[in-house]
């Protein structure tokens, strides 16, 4: 089918509707991320150590750049 276009219905509609919602609830400040730590992809392996632990408190936040 080249040369066409398609528009994709079902879970990937779904998910980007759901992405959006919460998207607007952050933008509203009506929904909170609670992050606990942030580490940067080279201390991966601190952030793995730190969320099998039992100290965990919040989400870890793994930064790409």
């Given at each position: 089918m080249s040369g066409s276009t398609r528009t994709r219905i079902g879970p990937h509609a779904e998910y980007?509707?759901?992405i959006l919602i919460?998207?607007?609830?952050?933008?509203a400040r009506?929904?909170?991320a609670n992050?606990?730590?942030t580490?940067?992809?080279e201390e991966i392996v601190e952030a793995h150590t730190y969320v099998n632990s039992e100290r965990k408190k919040?989400?870890?936040v793994v930064k790409i750049d």
């Amino acid at each position: 089918m080249s040369g066409s276009t398609r528009t994709r219905i079902g879970p990937h509609a779904e998910y980007l509707k759901s992405i959006l919602i919460l998207k607007k609830l952050f933008e509203a400040r009506e929904l909170h991320a609670n992050i606990g730590r942030t580490y940067t992809l080279e201390e991966i392996v601190e952030a793995h150590t730190y969320v099998n632990s039992e100290r965990k408190k919040g989400n870890v936040v793994v930064k790409i750049d």
